[in-house]
């Protein structure tokens, strides 16, 4: 059969857009490789659980402080009023969003993905069926391309897919049963150090009786596994069992073209959209595997292909503005160990902690506190000039 939509990729953006489609009346594949599990912290605000009605049995764990640690060690602990930040297991929460992708409609297909070619004017997907081996074929009037950092889909269809930016994370998922030495398991450490990682930084993220242990960076010849043991360490949790390891990588920018002018648009972490900064994925892959659904349906019912584009362009109108922002911070911040400490510091504000997690809790900038605007703006050009010390409170 010919399919309205074949999507590669079953994380959360393709599983997200699968069902989005079928819900929508779309025959639709979903093809995914199985078995992989991505390293990720986990975290979820609530506007991804109320926007994408997940379960309470997907939350693992209830996060009520997020702990800011900086180069000399400094702490500065944020607490998580009026709510929590939810924390998920991906081995667990991306089958449950592919099952219920199924459960909606979609066909589940096994197998890894080969290359698109074509058959009178439409784009058929070839892959390798997982249980025998052998290439098969979907054709389809539309692919969404759903498969990860360095997608193979993006690199085959779509220009300048080959040239994302991105940093290696790593992570190892332990038990951890309640509290022991630093670590709490309502609370989420998030350690700005350059010896963890010169670049980017480290986490400890509770999931229950488990927790994610982990760093991630751009740079070569910095060891993943060393600074990894050493985050597990400070935290107390170096006698704990380890479950899992895994390794990935994290796109850093959106890019600038989601679709090939044909029939192929992107979605998730093929087409980069993961936050700057925070390297935050699970909300903004599941926001593009929903205007990627809505992008393609358009085009399916005008027959336009222009169509596609909206895909990027609804993104970029609500996301876009905290994306140029959260760039700025890293570029600004993460450059040298005495920018991370007065990023931290200057994280130590009132102003700066309510507004951080309002924005965080709704994803969408603040705009109703101007005065408060005003000051972070000020204390921020302050300590990107050195004219405060970054010991001060």
């Given amino acids: 059969m010919q399919y309205d939509v074949v999507v590669v990729g079953g994380g959360p953006s393709g599983a997200t857009a699968a069902e989005d489609l079928v819900r929508s009346g ?24 109320r926007d994408f ?28 009023e009026d709510g929590f930040v939810g924390m998920v ?33 439409h784009p058929r997907v070839i892959y390798r069926e997982k249980a025998s081996g052998v290439e098969k074929a979907l054709d389809a009037r539309l692919v969404i391309g759903a498969d990860g950092a360095r997608s193979d889909v993006a690199r085959d269809e779509v220009p300048g897919g080959d040239k994302i930016p991105y940093v290696i994370a790593y992570h190892e998922i ?40 982990g760093m991630g960076t751009g740079l070569d010849g910095v060891n993943l ?15 704990c069992k380890t479950i899992r390891k895994e390794g990935a990588p994290i796109p850093l920018k959106p890019l600038d073209r989601w679709d090939n002018g044909r029939d192929v648009v992107l979605a998730g972490d093929a087409a980069g959209v993961v936050a700057p900064s925070s390297g935050e994925g699970i909300f903004y892959a599941m926001v ?16 336009r292909v222009k169509d596609l584009q909206l895909a990027r362009k609804l993104f970029l109108k609500e996301h876009g503005a905290v994306f140029r922002i959260l760039g700025a911070m890293q570029n600004a911040y993460y450059r040298s160990d005495e920018r991370r400490e007065r990023f931290v510091s200057l994280c130590h504000d009132i102003d700066v902690q309510k507004l951080t997690f309002e924005a965080y809790m709704n994803k969408e900038l603040v705009r109703s506190r101007p005065l408060a605007h005003l000051k972070i703006g000020a204390k921020n050009i302050a300590h990107l000039w050195g004219l405060v010390s970054p010991l001060r409170t």
């Fill in 89 to 121: 297991d991906r081995e667990h929460f991306d089958e449950f969003l592919r099952n219920r992708a199924a459960e909606a409609g979609a066909e589940r297909v096994t197998g890894t993905y080969l290359r698109i070619e074509r058959d009178a004017g």
């Fill in 288 to 303: 593009g595997g929903r205007v990627a659904a809505t992008a393609a349906a358009a085009c399916l019912a005008t027959g």
């Fill in 225 to 239: 596994k060393a600074a990894t043991a050493a985050l597990r360490l400070a935290s107390g949790l170096d006698g």
């Fill in 174 to 213: 332990i038990e951890a049963p309640g509290a022991v030495g630093e670590y709490r398991p309502d609370r989420c450490d998030v350690i700005y150090d350059g010896s963890i990682s010169p670049d980017f930084y480290g986490w400890v993220f509770p999931h229950g009786p488990q927790a994610s242990v």
């Fill in 26 to 49: 779309k025959t639709v594949a979903l093809l995914d490789r199985a078995g992989r599990i991505k390293p990720c912290g986990g975290a979820v605000p609530p506007r991804l659980i």
């Fill in 53 to 80: 009605n997940i379960p309470d049995d997907q939350i693992v764990a209830r996060i009520s402080t997020a702990r800011m640690i900086s180069p000399t060690g400094r702490k500065v602990d944020i607490p998580i």
